[in-house]
């Protein structure tokens, strides 16, 4: 088959798992064969960088997914988180509640955020330290996000081992195909913790100056824009999205930047000798190996891709794995550079529903790197690296690493 051929003959729908480890020369072949890629359900898959941002900013683009929930969902917990929250949600509903939510991400917040997540990654290390070897991402990448989201919503310490499950579960049942089981357990997620942020919103309420350092909550309850509140609903749901927007995407940027240091010797060396490198480090970590590697949009309208028309009401999947290596951007993409600058990576997305945790998540990724390379130079593989099997988001299950 030629290369256009094969372009042609790509299917999202079987892609998954075979390809998680390595998508990239997929990617790439779609992108100099066939850039606005139609599969055989009728959607798109675009994989040039111009044209996913032109997804991402195009105003007749929606990321509403009501009617896309309804029959999977039904009227359940899973329908109402997912349409609650603000990720799925078009202006006029998206730019109220966006403007809400920025109370939690504000420079003073992020400000107080920082010394937090300090002190989480130094106990973090020393227990580490204590162990020798360890498997970075249950050990260390998955539990930071964890605590800084736990103490952004004031969650007590007896019950934050509860958050990565709620996660996995209200997360799980986005997947195209999903059980009955899988489905009542995501429905369960919700329900208990929204009965869980109840609780501490109410306590919150009746003592609003009590929050701890970095907790967000009492912004959010009592935060207004224009004379409007956010709804308890959107409160309570956007709240749980807060934990499952920064937690598995903030942990594969750290598993993804180590595996990335430990694949180009020569630039952990160069970080090792140049502590200032860090910024630009997590840059290109974000670019190379983009945590979030395909977004969704449909088509409100028809909108011109290059010389390709995409129709309204199409559903397109816009590649941001793909977009981060297309070399009319970045020279030389496939090569790790860690002093990359000019680096326009879209890892956080673009345009209205840009991440609003990204520079959280930059702060995050620096403070996490910056301190493991410190505190462990004689950083090494210890064993094979178990890639997580869903292609859409890049990240390990596990990565055992020797540091004697
Ligand atoms: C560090 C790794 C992270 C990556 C790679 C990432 C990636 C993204 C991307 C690509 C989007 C845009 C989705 C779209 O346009 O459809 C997004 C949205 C969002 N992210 Fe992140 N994110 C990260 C961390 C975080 C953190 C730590 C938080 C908060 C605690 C967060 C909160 C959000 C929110 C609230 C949105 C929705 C924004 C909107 O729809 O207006 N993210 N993220």
Redesign the pocket.
């Known amino acids: 088959m030629s290369d256009l051929e094969t372009a042609k003959a790509f299917d999202l729908s079987v892609f998954d798992k075979a390809n998680a480890h390595d998508p990239f020369p997929i990617y790439r072949m779609l992108r100099e064969n066939d850039p606005v890629h139609r599969n055989a359900d009728g959607s798109y898959f675009l994989t040039r960088y111009d044209d996913v941002v032109l997804s ?1 900013k195009h105003p007749g683009m929606s ?1 509403d997914k009501k009617v896309n929930f309804k029959p999977k969902f039904g009227d359940g917990p899973l329908y109402t988180h997912h349409t609650t ?5 078009d202006p006029p509903i ?1 730019t109220r509640v ?1 403007k809400l ?1 920025a109370a ?2 504000t420079p003073r917040k992020l400000a107080e955020l920082e010394p937090v997540v300090e002190r989480v990654i130094d106990g973090l290390l020393d227990k580490l330290d204590a162990m020798g070897d360890f498997e970075i991402i249950e050990d260390y990448a998955l539990a930071l ?1 964890t605590q ?2 736990s103490d ?1 919503l004031g969650v007590p310490d007896d019950q934050r081992h509860l958050l990565r499950g709620y996660s996995n579960l209200i997360l799980g049942a986005l997947d195209p195909v999903v059980s009955a089981d899988d489905l009542a357990a995501g429905e369960g997620a919700v329900l208990e913790f929204e009965t869980m942020l109840e609780e501490l919103i109410a306590k919150r309420r009746e003592n609003p100056d009590g929050s701890q350092m970095g907790e967000v909550l009492s912004a959010l309850i009592f935060g207004e824009v224009d004379g409007e509140r956010l709804t308890p609903v959107e409160l309570v749901q ?1 709240c749980i ?3 499952n ?3 598995e ?2 942990a ?2 750290i598993g993804n930047t180590i595996d990335m240091l430990l694949g180009a010797p020569d630039q952990l060396h160069r970080l090792q000798n140049d502590g200032d490198l860090i910024r630009t480090t997590i840059e290109e970590s ?1 670019r190379y190996l ?3 590697q395909i ?3 449909k088509a409100m309208e028809d909108v011109m891709f290059g010389d390709v028309m995409i129709p309204a009401g199409s559903f397109i999947h ?1 590649c ?1 794995a793909a977009a981060n290596r297309d070399p009319l951007q970045f020279d030389d993409p496939e090569h790790v550079d860690i002093s990359r600058n000019p680096n326009r990576q ?13 520079t ?3 702060i ?2 620096r403070v996490a790197i910056g301190k493991f390379i410190e505190r462990f130079p004689e950083l090494r593989r210890n064993g094979e690296p178990q890639q997580s099997p869903r292609v859409r988001f890049r990240g390990f299950d596990k990565l055992p690493v020797s540091v004697v």
Do not use: D, Q, Y
């Open positions: 991402f990321s929250s603000l990720v799925f949600n998206h966006r939510l939690a991400f996000p800084v989201i952004m956007n999205f807060l934990l927007a920064g937690h995407t903030t594969n940027l974000l983009s945590p979030l977004g969704n949009r816009c941001i879209i890892a956080f997305g673009i345009g209205k529903h840009i991440c609003m945790g990204n959280l998540g930059r995050e990724g």
